[in-house]
């Protein structure tokens, strides 16, 4: 037993004298990034066991600086917090930061790195990525997102208008946003109770949720070999119901597909891909097959719902806590749009609603983190070396609460973005980016922001939303995951303005 303890001790010695020689070694080798002292192995552990990590993050910032470095267990992370830092890296140094960490549910999600969201960055991954945007672009040429709006708006408006007692608007929006990403990508216009859109949003929550809260494969890869646990075999079999929906989607697409006509974003892609055959690319074609245009559907299937329901969530709430503000976007809308519906010939004249929304996306910004960034090489930031290999985080809650860039900054303020004359402003504040920057911007963007400009200038014309009597705004904020922020469950009353 002696002999035991003292081998023991031994092993544990040498494997504490390694790790420090490990980190004298690095950091000589390295100007690393400040931050705290943490314990080795254990790491940080008051941050990364906080539920509001975002938040103690930008609170080390002002000891340490804009890039802080940290332990998330035994891994290294570093954190940008500031725009600065944030341009410097995923701009000026784009394809340095361009890389995603490798793990086993991103892996499932992305069909072993053919995705675009979750794949890292590779010249394969930069040519799908401009199809997919190819494929956008092609979309927008037409009405063909607006006609979606209008008529998806106008039966869900209907369904709000029968509620007579105060309701969680969270339900109703989910399902409008859930049928409009549905048309979008399909170009099926199925009706409100339809049980594939309720499978489809059943799955995605169920999805949202579970990855958000990590799973332990992933801090142990080979346990989904040797022995899985109940929540990767959850995360895999939702994950294959949800991509064979899109499967038989796409090859309904593929069996009907006539040169010329777009029906949605699934054709917009095929349409990509015909061209690249037209024009003889043979690797281009290698890299557009079917495997790979279905994963894109469901990139931007599921992270245009995440996006575009959470953001109206926001909206709604901001709007029921300012009501003088919903009355001016209500004047602005009368004005400008009068009796006909919100359409893309008014976007440019709707200045004020437009600019709530941007302000919607800057405090309301629900991923407050991002998804996490992995440098390629070895890099620099802020005078720091960043060796190749580490995982990078944008802390977005950290921009978008700068006060350098934002007076009040946890003020709803929309004439941040207006100019003396009520008009848009030229530029936005480099510290607003709700769409990140760089090669990874949101690929959506262009879809995103009419898509929800539409949607408020139409919940606000036609109803007045407002809290019930005697219910005062709840400044409550709930934040799942890996720092997703959403207001606490709240009830409105709708009353029907026209």
């Keep these: 037993m002696i002999n035991i303890s003292l081998d023991m001790q ?27 002292w943490c314990i080795p192995l254990i790491g940080h552990y008051k941050v990364y066991s906080s ?33 600065e830092v944030v341009l410097e890296a ?10 995603r960490p490798h793990s086993p549910s991103g ?40 006609n979606m709006i209008q008529n998806n708006m106008n039966k869900f408006l209907d369904k709000m208008a029968e509620e007579k007692d105060p309701f969680i608007i969270r339900n109703h929006l989910d399902l409008m946003i859930f049928h409009q990403l549905y048309t979008i990508c399909f170009g099926e216009k199925p009706a409100i109770n339809d049980p594939e859109v309720k499978t489809l949003l059943e799955l995605n929550e169920a999805l949202f949720t579970d990855f958000g809260a990590g799973v332990l494969e992933d801090v142990v890869p080979y346990l989904k070999d040797v022995y899985t646990t109940a929540k990767w075999k959850k995360l895999s079999s939702n994950t294959d119901q949800l991509l064979d929906i899109i499967r038989a989607k796409f090859k309904q697409h593929v069996d009907t597909f006539e040169p010329g006509i777009n029906r949605d974003f699934i054709d917009s892609l095929l349409i990509a891909r015909q061209e690249a055959e ?74 004020f609603t437009e600019a709530c929304m941007f302000e919607t996306m800057r405090l309301g910004n629900f991923i407050v983190m991002g998804f996490p960034h992995m440098t390629i090489c070895n890099s620099q930031v ?10 990078v985080f944008i802390n977005f809650w950290a921009l978008h609460h700068d006060p ?27 510290s607003w980016l709700p769409f990140s920057a760089g090669s990874r911007v949101c690929l959506g963007e262009t879809v995103a922001k009419p898509e929800i400009l539409l949607m408020c200038a139409n919940l606000l014309q036609r109803f007045d939303i407002r809290l019930p009597d005697g219910v005062k705004p709840n400044p409550e904020i709930k934040i799942t995951g890996f720092g997703i922020e959403l207001p606490s469950d709240y009830k409105i009353v709708v009353k029907e303005r026209i």
């Excluded at 609170?59 to 570093?78: A, C, T």
């Excluded at 720091?384 to 995982?391: A, F, H, L, S, V």
């Design 90 to 99: 995923m701009v000026k140094k784009k394809a340095d930061f361009s890389g």
């Design 107 to 146: 892996d499932m999600f992305s069909g072993g790195g053919k995705g675009i969201f979750l794949s890292t960055y590779s010249p394969t991954w930069r040519y799908h990525r401009k199809i997919a945007g190819k494929a956008i672009r092609h979309y927008l040429q037409g009405d063909l997102l607006e």
């Design 10 to 36: 031994t092993v544990l010695a040498g494997v504490g004298m390694g790790l420090l020689v490990y980190y004298v070694i690095k950091r000589m080798r390295y100007r690393l990034p400040p931050g705290p």
């Design 382 to 391: 802020g005078g720091y070396d960043i060796p190749k290999g580490t995982t």
């Design 278 to 351: 037209k024009e003889g690319d043979e690797a281009a074609l290698e890299i557009l097959d079917d495997t790979r245009l279905v994963l894109t559907i469901s990139d931007i299937f599921f992270a245009g719902v995440d996006t575009t329901r959470f953001t109206m969530d926001w909206f709604v709430y901001f709007m029921t806590k300012h009501p003088e503000i919903q009355s001016k976007c209500q004047e602005e809308i009368d004005r400008v749009v009068g009796s006909e519906c919100p359409s893309m010939k008014h976007r440019d004249t709707l200045h």
């Design 51 to 83: 539920v509001a990590k975002h938040r103690k993050i930008a609170e080390l910032s002002k000891v340490y600086g804009p890039v802080v470095r940290l332990s998330f267990g035994p891994v290294p992370m570093v954190f940008l917090n500031d725009v």
């Design 404 to 430: 350098k860039y934002w007076r009040e900054p946890e003020k709803f303020d929309p004439y941040r973005y207006l100019d003396e004359n009520g008009k848009s402003k030229t530029t936005k504040p480099d």
